[in-house]
């Protein structure tokens, strides 16, 4: 896989490896062809969004055994999936976002002045 970049056109840098998140679940927020749910952005988990996912139909919190799937906490750090993202931010919970370890195809769909709104890592 060729190098990929963050939404400042640098090396994406890996958003967690405690717990180890990723699409191909190697740390980092890659895009691929594989990934039907582009789960490019690097978050920093909140209870507000561990609610608001979970009342979507997509439980983070409880451990899954079968897909080594430790569960979620606040202060974690995942790769979550753009459209979610897009869903809470328009409900008012998206939570913050480490945007060297965000993809740069997530600028195709979310305007890089919202993104930095979010962003942890600026300044």
């Given at each position: 896989m060729k190098k990929q970049?963050?939404?400042?056109?640098?090396?994406?840098?890996?958003?967690?490896?405690?717990?180890?998140?990723?699409?191909?679940?190697?740390?980092c927020c890659k895009t691929s062809v594989q990934d039907k749910g582009l789960?490019?952005?690097?978050?920093?988990?909140?209870?507000?969004?561990?609610?608001?996912?979970k009342n979507k139909g997509n439980d983070l919190i409880t451990p899954r055994q079968e897909f080594s799937f430790p569960g979620l906490k606040a202060g974690d750090k995942w790769c979550?999936?753009?459209?979610?993202?897009?869903?809470?931010?328009?409900?008012g919970c998206a939570p913050k976002i480490i945007l060297e370890a965000t993809s740069q195809s997530v600028?195709?769909?979310?305007?890089?002045k919202i993104l930095k709104k979010f962003a942890l890592d600026l300044n």
């Open positions: 970049l963050n939404v400042f056109g640098k090396e994406l840098i890996p958003c967690s490896l405690d717990p180890v998140t990723g699409f191909f679940r190697d740390g789960h490019n952005i690097c978050v920093v988990i909140n209870d507000k969004f561990l609610d608001f996912s979550v999936c753009v459209d979610r993202w897009i869903e809470a931010y328009l409900d600028i195709k769909k979310i305007e890089i």
